[in-house]
């Protein structure tokens, strides 16, 4: 039995949220809470400054020492006086056995025999994908750039909803099998938490608001790339779907997130619309999800397969390359969408020329979401 | 339209609300107390709590949960707190748990998801 608990000052407050996702849902009590805080938040945030670098690995391996900002862009691989390491895969997966100890016990290491567990073979293919793409269509030799060993932890926790990168490892729950089955299921998924990590050693986006969204966003564009790469498919034959069947089959729904089509990837009488934007005019502002990175991911994500899929071929070769370059540059941790969109078009301008196709259907696609103007000079 | 609650609403209302992960589904719970001894109880373990004392941002990971607790006596903010997924330890975590266990038995408020 449920009980309204909403005084009517915090009836007016929702009326007031500038939140549509808060405005929709005005009839709950506890939603309005949570405008009414969201809005409090929204004010602390503006005056507060979120760390602005990331703390060093205390891992011991050399290879694990996060960078700081501003050191080389690209990791040094390939812009490194000193030789570069010879290009090294070596991953090993771990088990938690559903408990919530990292790293738990080593159940499959580098060049072993796949395991009884399917879990821990997706994740061990998984980085094995991701490290190719990297490698292969990029130059890039690990994460860091320097061959940092790729670790995973599988049957994390339990009944656990959820992938996330934890700064030294990969973590993956079973799901609850009822919404949620295994997070492995998916390579997109795996080549996005790897790709956080590659984030992290390079323009290190604070994961907070635009640079938030910017940072999955880039998560997302190589997870994708990464099965694309895998199933060496073109930008036109791409589904552009993030966690592709992940959802048990009780939810109305083909993924979590659709990059082309932001908002539509799942449609569910328990789960509700998938509420991602596809352009800026319909932006979220709001302090639930470190500023709604996972929601405003949707517009970057909508520019790059536009860009993508109007330059046509294997994206990892145009568009693709295009995102890397830009991600190991110069761009600020704090970097908004127009910044991160202008120092596109000069990475893209920079590998293929100003007057290229390429460059010009990476400016067309940040236009269509709405964060440049037509015709405006980067 | 639900009533506003005054006197015949629950004596103390926490809610917790799970956002973000790399789904960035929300999620909300709530659990009520309707009597004042289980009001007292649910605030003598709730006060002990370092409200206002931990961070509300995890630098270091991407994709984990971020979790927001209100409690609310008789209509008024009590506590009020945003921590990270890697903050939900001890006493936090066994409140959320409690919540969680209140909203999903039977009887209990029903869970949902918000979009
Ligand atoms: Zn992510």
Redesign the pocket.
Known sequence: MMHSIVPPYLLQKIADADDTRMARASASARRALLARDSIQDARLLSTEKPPASRRESDSGEPGARQSAVGTSPGGGSRHSSEAAPAPTLDRTVYTARNTEQLPGSKVRSEGEAPSSDVTVDEAYDGLGATYRLYDEAFGRNSIDGRGLPLLATVHYGQDYDNA??DGERMVFGDGDGEVFGRFTASVSVIG??LS?GVTQFTAALDYQGQSGAL??SY??VMGALVEQYQRQQTAGEASWLIGEGLFTPAVQGTALRSMIAPGTAYDDDVLGRDPQPADMANYVETTDDNGGV?LNSGIPNRAFALAAIEIGGFAWESAGQVWYDTITGTLAPDADFVAFADATIAAATARFGADSAKTKAVRAGWVKVGVLEDGAAS | MEQPAERSGPVVAVTVVRSGG?AGLKRTWEATAEDQSSAKDWLGFADSLPWGRVPSQDATS??RFVYRIVIVVRSEVRHEATLPESELTGGWRELVDRVQQQADAPGGSEPHCQA
Do not use: L, T
């Open positions: 996330y990168w996005h938490e956080h940072n999955e998560s997302d996972h | 790399f991407a994709d």
